[in-house]
């Protein structure tokens, strides 16, 4: 399952939303048999990276979005989230 473009209004950061819905997309892929759960962010969203690591995500990859991020060393890192079988 890829989870795509995940955002929290700032006026309402802070306060564990992200994190509540992480453990739900996780949750969801899990009980609908799904292996991993996997998402990609850039390198400039720091609290994301931290976010997901903190929620069992370990980065499997990078790559540059096009030659200008290449030349701009612009990073987008890819995440995974391995789920096991919920025991």
């Known amino acids: 399952l890829e989870l795509k473009r995940m955002s929290v209004s700032r006026e309402h950061r802070g306060r ?10 996780l949750a969801f892929a899990r009980a609908r048999g799904y292996g991993a759960v ?23 990859g990078t790559s540059y979005p096009s030659l200008l991020g290449t030349l701009l060393n612009f990073q987008i890192f ?10």
């Open 16 to 25: 564990g939303l992200a994190r509540a819905l992480c453990r739900e997309v």
């Open 38 to 60: 996997v998402l990609s962010t850039s390198m400039v969203q720091v609290a994301a990276q931290r976010l997901y690591e903190g929620q069992g995500f370990r980065r499997v």
């Open 78 to 87: 890819h995440y995974r989230c391995d789920l096991g079988d919920g025991t």
